[in-house]
């Protein structure tokens, strides 16, 4: 990190530990459809700061209607999450993580507009943040490790219980530190996080050794569908809203699937869509190479990172493979063109 760079941080964590000290109720929230880094960082920054502030009324928000997937029940304080649309409270200061656009919010945007102050703390690039205070570190591996360093910024103790969130929003972020943003700060971290308490196995067995029979068989079904093109550069897969209802499959269960595609040998990009509802897709991204991926996202008012992201469409399955399959050809025939 450059000089420039500290300074700058310094001067956000400054400005975000103010705005902490002079609330008294404080919102924090992740984006709709939460990932492992999401609920993690959340749920870590929030133990913190009741660690720090324990007459300060902190809650977790859950952007959407419906609960996380079953997989992250091991989370500490996950049981105590509320769901913004069952929150009437006018909060001093509404935190974000792990997001810097505020559609992603949800069922939360609500919150976001009457609280009286917000601030972000989150790792994707965004050019015109939306928040009071923001600290954005786009080389940080999730956003788990913007929030360790903000915690330890404060002075808070690193309970295991602190530690074994961020060490899932870590590790769910890296897809177990095996992509291209595994970095040397997140293996840092990462041991850090151990030895404050984090219990690595617990993570893996819960996230990635948590599957239902269900899931499995919807999985083999995607795993069937997958198809490539561009001589085996990109590959592509789906899943109806008939198969969830079929094996008894929650959207919530089923973000892992993306995965499956992106085993397939020879791909450097992988596509996998979902049927939501009718005429509603959510399409997940995943580069195996230096593509960058997040402007496809964007481009269909997602977002994300240059190596993951994701989006939503009103469309059919059919539509959204024709609005979306030319944009990644196009990017595969840039790359080969250099």
């Known amino acids: 990190m450059s000089d420039k760079e500290l300074s700058h941080k310094m001067q956000v964590f400054a400005a975000l530990k103010e705005l902490v000290e002079k609330s008294q109720t404080i919102a924090i929230c992740g984006h709709t459809s939460p990932d492992g ?41 996950i049981s105590q999450m509320v769901h913004a649309g069952d929150y009437a409270e006018t909060p001093d200061l509404m935190i974000v993580v792990d997001l810097s656009v505020s559609h992603r919010l949800n069922d939360a945007q609500a919150v976001l507009k009457r609280a009286h102050a917000t601030a972000i703390l989150d790792h994707h690039p965004c050019e015109h943040p939306f928040g009071d205070v923001s600290y954005i570190k786009p080389d940080a591996a999730a956003a788990g490790v913007v929030i360790f360093d903000f915690l330890r910024y404060l002075g808070v103790s690193i309970t295991p219980d602190i530690a074994q969130n961020l060490f899932c929003a870590l590790m769910t972020d890296t897809g177990r530190f095996q992509y291209q943003n595994a970095n040397p700060e997140a293996f840092e971290v990462a041991s850090q996080l151990v030895n404050f308490g984090a219990d690595p196995s617990v993570v893996s067995l819960n996230i990635y050794q948590n599957a239902s029979l269900g899931y499995l068989h919807l999985k083999a079904l995607v795993m069937g569908r997958i198809t490539c093109f561009c001589n085996g550069k990109i590959a592509y897969s789906y899943a109806t809203r008939a198969d969830y209802v079929r094996f008894g499959v929650s959207l919530e269960e089923s973000e892992g699937l993306v995965d499956a595609v992106r085993c397939t040998s020879g791909a450097e990009i992988v596509l996998f869509l979902k049927e939501v509802c009718d005429a509603t897709i959510r399409g997940n991204l995943r580069s195996k190479s230096e593509i ?46 250099l």
């Not at 749920?43 to 079953?70: M, Q, T, W």
């Not at 979306?324 to 990017?331: D, I, S, W």
């Open 37 to 77: 880094d999401a609920l993690g960082s959340a749920l870590g920054l929030a133990l913190g700061l009741r660690s720090l502030f324990p007459d300060k009324h902190i809650v977790n928000l859950l952007a959407d209607s419906v609960d996380p997937g079953h997989i992250y029940s091991f989370l500490p304080g």
């Open 292 to 337: 960058d991926i997040s402007g496809v996202a964007a481009s269909f008012g997602g977002g994300g990172h240059k190596a993951a992201a994701g989006f939503t469409i009103d469309a059919s399955l059919d539509e959204a493979f024709s609005l979306v399959l030319p944009k990644l050809q196009e990017l595969i025939t840039q790359k080969e063109s």
